[in-house]
């Protein structure tokens, strides 16, 4: 089974992937929709050259330099360029953004000290490279060149040694021994940067084991040149191609028990380590692939419309962020994506470096950016919040937009919920505007996805009806028989009052209300009126509540002999009669008879005849029964004494 596997650390180097974002992020951040310039071509890949075309980055040479305009902008790539190049472009009045890779800007800082401090500066590399041109412009010019010892016959005296970042550790250590032999004093800085030393090591490796090498990277590219080199010593069968187009059939096809590396040079994106992978793999007997095409293959798939994406905000302005989101097109989140107030700005909202989420809505557009949307992943979030709601029986809380016939329309994450006029609360609402612009709880009871609109209905109702429940449920608990407990009228009825308690209905039967003889309970109570009730009788299983306010009053036949002792004349008012006499009330609770006999001297037939309702009258106590609760008066007795 054939074998294909990456070199680790191919591909882009720490410098270089900077230069890239540096020269598409200026255009970005700037110049939108004005050519830049890269001085040279930004990297030595012809695919990625093309691609900095397609976005109006174009390369100059630095003999058209003259045909730029003032403040055109002008990217130094990352091997750097001479101090006097520098000057000559701030002459020009060019915009100048610097890409050089720290490394390279150090080295350049290290040649200009140590010339002048009056060091021979000695750069082992190759003297046509730009690098080595750039490093040599930070010393007049002055320095000696030498890739593997040649031109260091006339060394003496102090030596600063330098070496180009993509040199090779054996030149380094000819020259280094050389220099070291002939100098009077040396100060040497292996400048070989470790991101080629790696890169070469592991692509050494590789070689080694491997039947065929593909190394990729431009042809002019020198790290790919030497990473070439050092592959082909162990490996004869090595080619060297920019992309997978080059890669000749003959090389993998038919041969399916070989392993095939990959190399790449620091100037090649991993969209082209890619398609060279693809192309020599078959499909379904893919094996062999390392962890980083894992990754860009995972990367890849993971964007498409519709994709959740997280993405570092690298450059923003009022009305869009752009965002690096992992994948070989960065990212756009235009402001409506974020949200519709015209008056926001996104720099109010997000800054560079931030972390944000969003969806894909579009892979590519004009500008190829893939275009993101927050609005649409808060959407999806309160759809599926909607969803749980609905499922779990959880309440949400929704914003009233407006009421129309039937309800209210509220919003929630963007999304109508629709509330019926019935379900807003626990009794009918004649005005539902009152409710526009308020925050309600509802319960999801209709929940229909649709592919044009989803059908969501609200319900306050519900919430406020297991909001009572449970207050009903709490306050069932926490009464008990016998206690004394504040409640509220609620409603009366002509056989007695109901009195709500904490939630809980009670009922306040006539007779429980007094002591005294009430005809109905509206002549003694009041709708809404606070009372102080006493319970009776509980029964919580059938949720039934007896109350009385007449126990918490005394009785008023406790003490009644004291109060109305034999013999004495008391006044009273007729509230009654019967064939044998009339009913006195001689305080609330406390009736007395008067006997037929007992109202007149004269013979009478009925009560009524001398006595009428409501009648104030004297008369004398005969007698008082405290345990039965009877009282004998005499009207006759108290008309005896006056006469
Ligand atoms: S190879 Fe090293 S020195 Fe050269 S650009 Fe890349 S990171 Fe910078």
Same mark, same amino acid.
């Given at each position: 089974?054939?074998?294909?596997?990456?070199?680790?650390?191919?591909?882009?180097?720490?410098?270089?992937?900077?230069?890239?974002?540096?020269?598409?992020?200026?255009?970005?951040?700037?110049?939108?929709?004005?050519?830049?310039?890269?001085?040279?071509?930004?990297?030595?890949?012809? %695919?990625?050259?093309?691609? +900095?075309? =397609? #976005? &109006?980055?174009?390369? *100059? $040479?630095?003999?058209?330099?003259?045909?730029? @305009?003032?403040?055109?902008?002008?990217?130094?790539?990352?091997?750097?360029?001479?101090? %006097?190049?520098?000057?000559? +472009?701030? =002459? #020009? &009045?060019?915009?100048? *953004? $610097?890409?050089?890779?720290?490394?390279?800007? @150090?080295?350049?800082?290290?040649?200009?000290?140590?010339?002048?401090?009056?060091?021979?500066?000695?750069?082992?590399?190759?003297?046509?490279?730009?690098?080595?041109?750039?490093?040599?412009?930070?010393?007049?010019?002055?320095?000696?060149?030498?890739?593997?010892?040649?031109?260091?016959?006339?060394?003496?005296?102090?030596?600063?040694?330098?070496?180009?970042?993509?040199?090779?550790?054996?030149?380094?250590?000819?020259?280094?021994?050389?220099?070291?032999?002939?100098?009077?004093?040396?100060?040497?800085?292996?400048?070989?940067?470790?991101?080629?030393?790696?890169?070469?090591?592991?692509?050494?490796?590789?070689?080694?084991?491997?039947?065929?090498?593909?190394?990729?990277?431009?042809?002019?590219?020198?790290?790919?040149?030497?990473?070439?080199?050092?592959?082909?010593?162990?490996?004869?069968?090595?080619?060297?191609?920019?992309?997978?187009?080059?890669?000749?059939?003959?090389?993998?096809?038919?041969?399916?028990?070989?392993?095939?590396?990959?190399?790449?040079?620091?100037?090649?994106?991993?969209?082209?380590?890619?398609?060279?992978?693809?192309?020599?793999?078959?499909?379904?007997?893919?094996?062999?692939?390392?962890?980083?095409?894992?990754?860009?293959?995972?990367?890849?798939?993971?964007?498409?419309?519709?994709?959740?994406?997280?993405?570092?905000?690298?450059?923003?302005?009022?009305?869009?962020?752009?965002?690096?989101?992992?994948?070989?097109?960065?990212?756009?989140?235009?402001?409506?994506?974020?949200?519709?107030?015209?008056?926001?700005?996104?720099?109010?909202?997000?800054?560079?470096?931030?972390?944000?989420?969003?969806?894909?809505?579009?892979?590519?557009?004009?500008?190829?950016?893939?275009?993101?949307?927050?609005?649409?992943?808060?959407?999806?979030?309160?759809?599926?919040?909607?969803?749980?709601?609905?499922?779990?029986?959880?309440?949400?809380?929704?914003?009233?937009?407006?009421?129309?016939?039937?309800?209210?329309?509220?919003?929630?994450?963007?999304?109508?919920?629709?509330?019926?006029?019935?379900?807003?609360?626990?009794?009918?609402?004649?005005?539902?505007?009152?409710?526009?612009?308020?925050?309600?709880?509802?319960?999801?009871?209709?929940?229909?996805?649709?592919?044009?609109?989803?059908?969501?209905?609200?319900?306050?109702?519900?919430?406020?009806?297991?909001?009572?429940?449970?207050?009903?449920?709490?306050?069932?608990?926490?009464?008990?028989?016998?206690?004394?407990?504040?409640?509220?009228?609620?409603?009366?009825?002509?056989?007695?009052?109901?009195?709500?308690?904490?939630?809980?209905?009670?009922?306040?039967?006539?007779?429980?209300?007094?002591?005294?003889?009430?005809?109905?309970?509206?002549?003694?109570?009041?709708?809404?009126?606070?009372?102080?009730?006493?319970?009776?009788?509980?029964?919580?299983?059938?949720?039934?509540?007896?109350?009385?306010?007449?126990?918490?009053?005394?009785?008023?036949?406790?003490?009644?002999?004291?109060?109305?002792?034999?013999?004495?004349?008391?006044?009273?008012?007729?509230?009654?009669?019967?064939?044998?006499?009339?009913?006195?009330?001689?305080?609330?609770?406390?009736?007395?008879?008067?006997?037929?006999?007992?109202?007149?001297?004269?013979?009478?037939?009925?009560?009524?005849?001398?006595?009428?309702?409501?009648?104030?009258?004297?008369?004398?106590?005969?007698?008082?029964?405290?345990?039965?609760?009877?009282?004998?008066?005499?009207?006759?007795?108290?008309?005896?004494?006056?006469?």
């Amino acid at each position: 089974m054939r074998k294909i596997i990456l070199a680790d650390n191919a591909g882009f180097c720490f410098g270089v992937k900077r230069a890239v974002d540096i020269a598409i992020s200026t255009k970005r951040e700037q110049y939108k929709n004005k050519r830049i310039y890269t001085l040279g071509q930004l990297i030595h890949n012809n %695919d990625v050259v093309k691609y +900095l075309e =397609s #976005k &109006n980055i174009h390369a *100059v $040479d630095i003999k058209d330099i003259d045909k730029l @305009n003032n403040n055109d902008i002008i990217i130094i790539r990352s091997h750097g360029i001479s101090e %006097d190049i520098i000057e000559l +472009l701030k =002459s #020009k &009045n060019l915009n100048i *953004v $610097d890409a050089t890779c720290p490394y390279v800007a @150090n080295i350049h800082k290290k040649v200009k000290e140590y010339s002048n401090r009056g060091y021979q500066i000695v750069i082992v590399g190759d003297k046509n490279h730009p690098e080595v041109i750039g490093i040599n412009g930070w010393c007049d010019n002055k320095a000696i060149i030498s890739k593997k010892g040649e031109n260091l016959d006339n060394i003496s005296g102090k030596v600063c040694l330098v070496a180009q970042t993509t040199e090779k550790q054996e030149n380094w250590q000819k020259v280094l021994k050389i220099v070291s032999e002939r100098a009077e004093e040396i100060i040497p800085f292996n400048t070989i940067c470790n991101a080629t030393e790696v890169r070469q090591k592991k692509a050494d490796e590789l070689s080694k084991e491997a039947q065929a090498i593909v190394v990729l990277g431009g042809h002019h590219s020198s790290n790919t040149t030497k990473l070439f080199e050092i592959c082909k010593r162990n490996c004869e069968n090595t080619i060297h191609v920019e992309n997978s187009g080059e890669i000749p059939d003959e090389l993998y096809k038919g041969k399916d028990n070989i392993i095939i590396g990959v190399a790449a040079g620091a100037s090649t994106p991993d969209w082209i380590i890619k398609e060279a992978i693809n192309k020599m793999s078959d499909e379904q007997k893919l094996e062999g692939m390392n962890e980083v095409i894992k990754m860009m293959d995972e990367n890849e798939k993971k964007v498409y419309v519709g994709a959740l994406v997280k993405g570092e905000i690298i450059q923003i302005n009022e009305k869009a962020a752009f965002l690096n989101i992992g994948y070989k097109n960065d990212g756009i989140l235009p402001l409506n994506e974020v949200t519709s107030d015209e008056n926001v700005k996104l720099t109010d909202l997000f800054t560079v470096g931030e972390e944000i989420e969003a969806k894909v809505i579009k892979l590519k557009n004009e500008d190829n950016y893939v275009v993101l949307s927050k609005s649409e992943l808060e959407r999806d979030q309160g759809l599926k919040s909607i969803k749980d709601a609905f499922e779990n029986k959880n309440s949400i809380k929704v914003l009233v937009k407006e009421a129309v016939n039937g309800g209210l329309v509220s919003n929630y994450k963007g999304i109508r919920v629709f509330i019926p006029a019935s379900h807003v609360e626990l009794y009918h609402v004649d005005d539902l505007n009152e409710y526009v612009g308020k925050e309600l709880e509802v319960n999801i009871i209709e929940f229909t996805k649709r592919r044009n609109a989803n059908r969501i209905v609200g319900s306050r109702r519900e919430v406020l009806k297991a909001v009572k429940e449970e207050q009903e449920n709490e306050t069932w608990n926490s009464l008990e028989k016998d206690q004394v407990v504040e409640g509220q009228v609620k409603r009366l009825t002509n056989f007695g009052a109901f009195i709500d308690i904490n939630g809980v209905d009670g009922l306040l039967h006539v007779s429980e209300i007094s002591w005294g003889r009430v005809e109905k309970p509206s002549d003694v109570l009041k709708a809404d009126e606070k009372v102080k009730v006493y319970i009776l009788d509980i029964d919580k299983e059938n949720k039934k509540l007896s109350l009385s306010i007449k126990k918490l009053m005394e009785d008023p036949w406790t003490n009644v002999e004291e109060k109305y002792p034999v013999g004495s004349v008391v006044l009273g008012k007729v509230v009654r009669f019967a064939a044998f006499g009339a009913f006195i009330e001689l305080e609330p609770g406390v009736d007395a008879l008067v006997h037929i006999s007992e109202i007149s001297h004269k013979r009478i037939a009925k009560p009524s005849e001398v006595l009428s309702i409501g009648e104030e009258i004297k008369a004398k106590i005969l007698d008082v029964n405290k345990e039965n609760k009877k009282i004998g008066l005499s009207i006759k007795e108290v008309e005896e004494t006056v006469d």
